[in-house]
């Protein structure tokens, strides 16, 4: 057993502690880090469920992209329990009109040529365009992506394509909640964290010169630096 605070790192979509790996190397001698991977999910509620399943009493949540989205679950069922709060590229808005036919061309994708199709689809316009020749980053989230089945990002996109608008509980959060975002996320955009902000009681947003939306990989210094400063209060 350990006597330090509880820090779950939440992550997204087709992800899995890999997101979290340099951020996960820099809390942990503050903190036990527990990072869930949504596997076998279908529903962001189910999810949120499973994290409250391991959580004690009083804990803290950061997630990322489809992480936030379970994030946000966590807050509306178990508010009172949660010391610290941030959320990265992520958002709170209910399905857009266009999004089902977007996420459907990378669900027929996967039906008819597997994963790496996925993969070579999606990753690239995830990432900043200054890292689309980095190999060793596109080979870590490939390789990613490649851990889960078809039927796991079949359950995943049914879980995003299922959500509620969680607008409304943003009024409600007593905690002073981090905004993170990477400065070219075309899918999670620093305009719709400014408007989260704004309906915040207390924010602090950090926007991430140089990265997309896979902001813990692509800026993973950066990032880790916020939020040990973020989970521990200190400035150093």
Not at 82 to 87: E, H, L, M, P, T
Not at 118 to 133: E, G, K, N, Y
Not at 170 to 195: C, K, R, Y
Not at 208 to 235: A, C, D, R, Y
Request: with cysteine; proline share 5%; aromatic share 6%.
């Amino acid at each position: 057993m350990t006597d330090k605070p509880v820090l779950f790192l939440l992550p997204g979509l087709m992800c899995d502690e890999a997101v979290w790996i340099d951020q996960q190397k820099t809390l942990s001698p503050y903190a036990n880090v527990i990072i869930p991977v949504f596997r076998g999910f279908d529903s962001l509620t189910d999810m949120a469920a499973y994290v409250l399943e391991q959580a004690p009493q009083r804990f803290s949540v950061a997630g990322h992209s489809m992480g936030g989205r379970v994030a946000w679950e966590i807050m509306e069922m178990a508010g009172n329990r949660i010391d610290k709060f941030a959320v990265l590229d992520s958002g709170v808005h209910p399905v857009k009109a266009a999004e089902p036919q977007k996420r459907q061309i990378l669900l027929d994708k996967a039906t008819e040529q597997g994963l790496q199709a996925v993969a070579d689809a999606w990753t690239l316009p995830m990432v900043h365009p200054s890292r689309h020749q980095d190999k060793k980053l596109i080979d870590e989230i490939h390789a990613m992506i490649l851990r889960n089945s078809v039927d796991d990002f079949f359950g995943q996109v049914k879980a995003l394509l299922g959500r509620k608008d969680q607008t409304g509980i943003l009024g409600q959060i007593e905690q002073e909640v981090l905004l993170i975002a990477g400065d070219e996320d075309s899918w999670s955009p620093p305009q719709q964290h400014e408007q989260m902000a704004e309906k915040l009681k207390r924010s602090r947003l950090e926007i991430i010169s140089g990265s997309g939306h896979m902001v813990s990989m692509e800026k993973p210094e950066e990032v880790s630096k916020i939020l040990l400063q973020w989970f521990t209060g200190n400035e150093n």
